[in-house]
């Protein structure tokens, strides 16, 4: 399940080529050879570890009746809770272009759907 959210992570990034030039700047991100950008690697594995405890807490109240609906419902409360809000703050706190923040939006839902429906899975 965290080799596959880091899949979507990486395959979102390179779907949106014209976002590349953005990540080049470094007035806003570091360079990728700075050792911090190693963490980018490691975010699924904690976002995955994490998701797994609100899982473990907050699974069974999700009433549907198949496994990959009741993940995927999972899924969508996180991306809807977390990941929305923070990408309409990083629209408005940070000069990227609003294609960035679409690609990162579309990304984390596609990685909190995968990860929901891995955990029914495995429930």
Do not use: C
């Amino acid at each position: 399940m965290f080799l596959a959210m880091l899949a979507v992570g990486l395959a979102f990034s390179a779907a949106y080529p014209g976002t590349s030039a953005e990540y080049q700047n470094t007035a806003i991100f570091r360079p990728w050879n700075d050792p911090l950008m190693y963490y980018m690697y490691l975010h699924p594995f904690l976002v995955g570890l994490l998701l797994s405890l609100v899982w473990s807490r907050t699974g069974n109240l999700i009433k549907e009746s198949s496994r990959p609906k009741k993940g995927a419902v999972f899924g969508l409360i996180i991306w809807a809770v977390f990941g929305v809000p923070g990408m309409l703050i990083s629209l408005s706190s940070f000069q990227i272009s609003a294609l960035l923040v679409a690609s990162w939006t579309l990304s984390l839902l596609v990685q909190d759907v995968v990860a929901g429906i891995a955990f029914a899975f495995m429930d």
